[in-house]
T-cell receptor, first 108, second 115 residues
């Protein structure tokens, strides 16, 4: 069955520390993976898509097919990065399967 | 920048009543979706819609649910007879298909409370 797992419900770091939000997936085909971010009382926003291999707001994510992972990383966390982060897998037709989400808290 | 909009932001209804949640997708998008998130749980897919018909639906999307695109701009989710367990945030999303990838853009959500 297709599944996305984010093992950490909460990740708390200090400003300037590196951040890694973990995401593992289970999918029989060739996955399309995304990271969405939800700041306090705002909508889900697309942060990264694996296919474009870009860096947004200092975040990067690399698809590792061998480990079936798509971890989100940032070398130096900022307080404004505090938010809920959701990893999502897109199936044919666009249906998104979401992980449970990880709340990132960046302390000053 | 164009955004998906949803109304109302919060809807309170009594069990057994019908509710209609409204969404205005981004204007040049052709694919539309509804998701829901029960408090404390993950975001779950309900239904996708393309070319005026349902493309896919989850097991949550039973006969009590229906979707419609009544005109060129709105996309609605109707729940015919609400149950307490329908209380959740409902998110609408729309996308276009770019280079084989559906990039979905979400609305702010409607919080449905069934009493």
């Amino acid at each position: 069955a297709q599944r996305v797992t984010q093992p950490e419900k909460l990740l708390s770091v200090f400003k300037g520390a590196p951040v890694e939000l973990k995401c593992n997936y289970s999918y029989s085909g060739s996955p399309e993976l995304f990271w969405y971010v939800q700041y306090s009382r705002q909508r889900l926003q697309l942060l990264l898509r694996h296919i474009s291999r870009e860096s947004i707001k200092g975040f990067t994510a690399d698809l590792n097919k061998g480990e079936t992972s798509f971890h989100l990383k940032k070398p130096f966390a900022q307080e404004e990065d505090s938010a809920m982060y959701y990893c999502a897998l897109s199936q044919e037709g666009g249906k998104l399967i979401f992980g449970q989400g990880t709340e990132l808290s960046v302390k000053p | 920048e164009p955004e998906v909009t949803q109304t109302p932001s919060h809807q309170v209804t009594q069990m057994g009543q019908e509710v209609i949640l409204r969404c205005v997708p981004i204007s040049n998008h052709l694919y539309f979706y509804w998701y829901r998130q029960i408090l404390g749980q993950k975001v779950e897919f309900l239904v996708s819609f393309y070319n005026n018909e349902i493309s896919e639906k989850s097991e949550i999307f039973d006969d009590q649910f229906s979707v419609e695109r009544p005109d060129g701009s709105n996309f609605t989710l109707k729940i015919r007879s609400t149950k307490l367990e329908d209380s959740a945030m409902y998110f609408c999303a729309s996308s276009e298909l770019l280079r084989g990838v559906y990039e979905q853009y979400f609305g702010p959500g409607t919080r449905l409370t069934v009493t």
